[in-house]
Each structure stands twice: as structure tokens, then as C-alpha cells.
């Protein structure tokens, strides 16, 4: 393994955990976000916790939603750039793939008849 790949292995880390935290910031943030809109519009509109509680509500929503879809971006980006190792490792070693992965043809059903007891 070259010092590039070791940087390269290093950065993609690097980058996967800011990606996590951001996600920790989706669930502090969507919250704090709908508990300040809340407080406004109570002050503003004189209507005591409700805007409050409600803007909370749609806060955790939006804090849940952002998370959801953060963590799915980041796990078909992980899936993709470990597809395209190992597609890269094939590449190179084609004799590292064995038999469970070669394409078997459809049994016929012939050979999937039952045998009584």
C-alpha cells in the first residue's frame, strides 16, 4: 500500500466522520430551530406554549427527517465506493473471485421434485 492510498484511505475517514457529525447536528438543530420560531410567534401573536410546543414537534420532524436522509446518502455513498474497490481489486486479481460468485443456470424442475418420506 502506496503513502497515497494511506492518505486517501485517511481523507475518506476523515469525511465520513464529519458526515456523522453533521447528522449529530441534524437532531440538536431542527429542534432549537422550531423551539425559536415557537417563541417568537408566541411573543408575537400572545398565544402562551402552544406555537411553542407545536414548532417543537415540527422541529423533531425535520431534525428525524434531515437524519433519515443524511444517513441514506452517506450509506449508498459508502456502498458505491466499496463496490468500486472490490470492482478494482477484481480488476486486478481476477483469480481472487471463487465459485459463489460465477453465475450458476436455473435448476430445472426436474431437480427440484420432492422425494416422499
Known amino acids: 500500500m502506496s503513502f497515497r492510498e494511506i492518505l486517501r484511505q485517511q481523507q475518506r475517514g476523515l ?6 457529525g453533521v447528522i449529530g447536528l441534524h437532531m440538536v438543530s431542527g429542534p432549537l430551530v422550531g423551539v425559536a420560531i415557537g417563541y417568537g410567534l408566541d411573543a408575537w401573536l400572545d398565544t402562551g406554549p402552544w406555537c411553542k410546543l407545536i414548532f417543537l414537534f415540527v422541529g423533531i420532524g425535520a431534525g428525524f427527517l434531515n437524519v433519515y436522509r443524511d444517513s441514506r446518502r452517506l450509506l449508498a455513498r459508502m456502498a458505491r465506493e466499496d463496490a468500486q474497490h472490490k470492482g478494482a481489486r477484481n480488476a486486478v486479481r481476477p483469480e481472487a473471485m471463487d465459485d459463489a460468485t460465477t453465475v450458476q ?3 430445472t424442475t426436474a431437480e427440484h421434485k420432492h422425494e416422499g418420506p
Open 15 to 20: 469525511e465520513f466522520m464529519g458526515n456523522v
Open 105 to 107: 443456470p436455473p435448476a
